[in-house]
């Protein structure tokens, strides 16, 4: 059981705007930066979001992030089949640890 | 352009040590950021595992504490991960990585996959 709890799955149409959530406590996403991963079939995850709604360059304006509280969001607006992945969101920990979300298997139908 | 290997047996047997090492090129792992280690089981999700600063800062996930070690070698510019008394539970894709500010993480291996197994 994670410490920062998404949803299983998640699905939308070529076109869509899909939100993803997570949801932690006050001594992790409260308190700390919120990022997230996008991992392809049989590969390395790759930084989609990180300090709660900053992309790196090279990822698509498609894709943003959000913070309030406790919980996190991310949205993939105009989706396309080559989203079709797993996501993950992540958050230190005050006590020095850090934590994945379950992951969110996301279908493109 | 940084560029991290993982190397290491991919099966352990029970109740043995898991040891594995992350070759870094690109990169003088003295320089900066923390290096760490990643888990993911067969189909399950990812599992931050923990990491180290050069200067020795190390942080480790709670729950593996009591079997884990993490350190580094500058001169080879590698580190490692030594798990020990490992069961079944310990069988995953092993990456390491490159953390900076927290959970950001932006370099990658390709992952090892260890099984334990007798």
């Known amino acids: 059981q994670s410490v920062l709890t998404q949803p299983p799955s998640a699905s939308g149409t070529p076109g869509q705007r899909v939100i993803i959530s997570c949801s932690g406590s006050?001594?992790?996403?409260?308190?700390?930066?919120v990022y997230w991963y996008q991992q392809l079939p049989g590969t390395a995850p790759k930084l989609l979001i990180y300090k709660n709604n900053q992309r790196p360059s090279g990822v698509p304006d498609r894709f943003s992030g959000s913070k309030s509280g406790t919980s996190a969001s991310l949205a993939i607006s105009g989706l396309r089949s080559e989203d079709e992945a797993d996501y993950y969101c992540a958050a230190w920990d005050d006590s020095l640890s850090g934590h994945f979300g379950g992951g969110t298997k996301l279908t493109v139908l | 352009q940084v560029r991290l290997q993982e190397s290491g047996p991919g099966l352990v047997k029970p109740s043995e040590t898991l040891s594995l090492t992350c070759g870094v090129s690109?990169?003088?792992?003295?320089?900066?950021?923390?290096w760490g280690w990643i888990r993911q089981p067969p189909g399950k999700g990812l599992e931050w595992i923990g990491s180290m600063y050069h200067s020795g800062n190390t942080y480790y996930k709670p729950s593996l504490k009591s079997r884990l070690t993490i350190s580094m070698d500058t001169s080879k510019n590698q580190f490692y991960l030594d798990l020990n008394s490992v069961t079944a539970a310990d069988t995953a894709l092993y990456f390491c990585?490159?953390?900076?500010?927290?959970?950001?993480?932006?370099?990658w291996g390709q992952g090892t996959l260890v099984t334990v197994s007798s």
């Open positions: 006050t001594s992790n996403i409260g308190n700390n930066y």
């Open positions: 690109g990169y003088s792992i003295s320089s900066g950021y923390y």
């Open positions: 990585a490159t953390f900076w500010d927290g959970m950001a993480i932006d370099h």
